[in-house]
């Protein structure tokens, strides 16, 4: 743990394995609430001082850290790799994006304006200010365990906050080796800080409770998110959430078919599909679906699941057994419920995959809204496909879940794209396009997949408070 600006051991600690290959890869401590406690009081001492600093210094800090990430790429992939699973060159594109946020909120940082009003009586004038919200409780996912640490901390203290976070149980390392670079950047004692726990719940409740953290942002599953979201309620604590979602992928009759199998080839399969803005339900305009699914089906058969450090493999590890379970039952009563498997279906086994948690790139089609997989998200590498009709029709299938971050749209005719775009409940939207991400573009859902953006203008509005001076003159 990383607590005002110091490496604390703890004789409590918790392994980290390898999803791969079941190996031990190392160790952590395992902080408790007082951890926790200790952090936060830390982080709100260490506050009027980081706040105090220009813009301008602060910005310095994060281009520096934004530098020591870029130089240590390489490394923070392999270990990226070996603790999470994904293919190497996925963990490499994820430590960049991770180093994008720093660059892009080190800009941000100088231009945190507020403004004037014109007021309505002449003795009058507004000023609107806008300052830090205080000391933030983080709490971040193992899928994106480098980037969506620096989603959370570039902003928040670009905007002159303070921070205690807590990474995922199953991705530590990551986190230590990105708290190592905020280090050596410089950033003070006490302004960042980082607890590692087995359980997450008694941190949870510290930052959910505790008065000095003022915002919580929370990056995880919709479950856990309305849970920490009611425990900080009582104290009005503002809070960020980016949860989960259930993405459709709608292929209109007007688009090549085979460009779209292909984007939904990469999309699908990105990280084992262990990613929120994954496509979870593929609607395929019926003359479409046999080209569709033919071309998806023979691109499926030249992906190969094995150890991401390879890079013959696409297709890494499930994160543990209970994902394996997951996938499994949603595959499992998809079958029972009509479904036809094309490729894929069960967990892999042969030549070593068994001592980890591999699942085979999976195709199903005759998909319906009885199945689990309709509705649940599946959070692996399974690409499920609905046939319909209808214009109208499709709109309405696809929002009809409560999730509504991330959908995708292919079509040719500019008239419906334009028409899909404004129907849909989603937050985040492909437009002939699989990777509408970036530092720069406003990353959040809809409906229960969460409340506020991250990354973008926006991203440091979220640490940000606005204050009015109404002033006579
Ligand atoms: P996932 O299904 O992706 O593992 P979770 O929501 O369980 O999603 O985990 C996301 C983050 O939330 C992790 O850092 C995890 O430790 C944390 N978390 C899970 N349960 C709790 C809880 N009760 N209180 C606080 N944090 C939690």
Known sequence: MYINGEWIQSSQRFPVFNPANGELIGDVADGDRQNAATAIAAA???????????????SAALYRAHQLMM?????LGELMTREQGKPLKAALNEVKYAADFLLWFAEEAKRVYGETIPSGRSD????????PVGVVAAITPWNYPISMLTRKIAPALAAGCTVVLKPAESTPLCAVAVFEILEEAGIP??????????DPSPIGQEFCTNPAVKKLTF?????????????AAPQLKRVSMELGGHAPFIVFDDADPVHAAKGVSLVKFLNAGQACISPNRIFVQRPLLEPFLETLQELIGRMRAGDGMDSANSIGPLINQAAVDKVDLQVRNAV????????GGQRLTEEGLERGFFYAPTLLSNVNPDMLIYREETFGPVAPVIAFDEEDDVLAMANDTNYGLAAYIYTQNLSRAMRTFEGLQFGIIGINDINPTSAAAPFGGMKESGLGREGAREGIEEYLETKLGGFSI
Do not use: C, I, M
């Not at 709100?44 to 602060?58: F, I, N």
């Not at 130089?71 to 490394?75: I, K, Y």
């Not at 004692?189 to 087995?198: P, R, S, W």
């Open 71 to 75: 130089e240590r790429r390489p490394a």
């Open 219 to 231: 990056t995880g599953s919709t479950a856990v998110g309305k849970k920490l979201a009611q425990d």
């Open 336 to 343: 029972e419920l009509g479904a036809t498997v094309h490729s």
């Open 44 to 58: 709100a001492e260490a506050l009027p001082s980081w706040s105090a600093q220009t813009a301008y210094e602060r």
């Open 124 to 131: 009058q004038r507004f000023l609107v200010h806008k300052q």
């Open 189 to 198: 004692a006490g302004v960042v800080n980082l607890v590692t726990a087995a």
